[in-house]
Nanobody, 124 residues
Framework: QVQLVESGGGLVQPGGSLRLSCAAS????????MGWYRQAPGKQRELVAT???????NYAASVKGRFTLSRDNAKNTVYLQMNSLKPEDTSVYYC??????????????????WGQGTQVTVSS
């Protein structure tokens, strides 16, 4: 099956930087969009940034200019470089990927997969 494994979260002071990674593994036929979402306590999950297979990116207004999303298609991995972090960036960050898997009868099935989440805390 497919797994998304995240890494790179932690505690950082305001103004600091962190880099999140998310690697997809398993019976993958192809990966379309990948990205990151976040959810703070008591709030709804929100989009942070997404990147298509061709490399086109989309950012939430709140992170534009501070966060950079990139991907390595050979490694099925997406990276989120977060700079100039603010306390309001504190959340659990979730990796998301739209992945197509191949099945024994020849079917190709595309669906969204989610990582387990990684905590990012921005505090002095």
């Amino acid at each position: 099956q497919v797994q998304l494994v995240e890494s790179g979260g932690g505690l950082v002071q305001p103004g600091g930087s962190l880099r999140l990674s998310c690697a997809a593994s398993g019976s993958i036929f192809s990966i379309n969009a990948m990205g990151w979402y976040r959810q703070a306590p008591g709030k709804q999950r929100e989009l942070v940034a997404t990147i298509t297979g061709a490399g086109s990116t989309n950012y939430a207004a709140s992170v534009k200019g501070r966060f950079t999303l990139s991907r390595d298609n050979a490694k099925n991995t997406v990276y989120l470089q977060m700079n100039s972090l603010k306390p309001e960036d504190t959340s659990v960050y979730y990796c998301n990927a739209e992945i197509t898997t191949a099945h024994p009868m020849g079917d190709l099935i595309r669906r969204d997969y989610w990582g387990q989440g990684t905590q990012v805390t921005v505090s002095s």
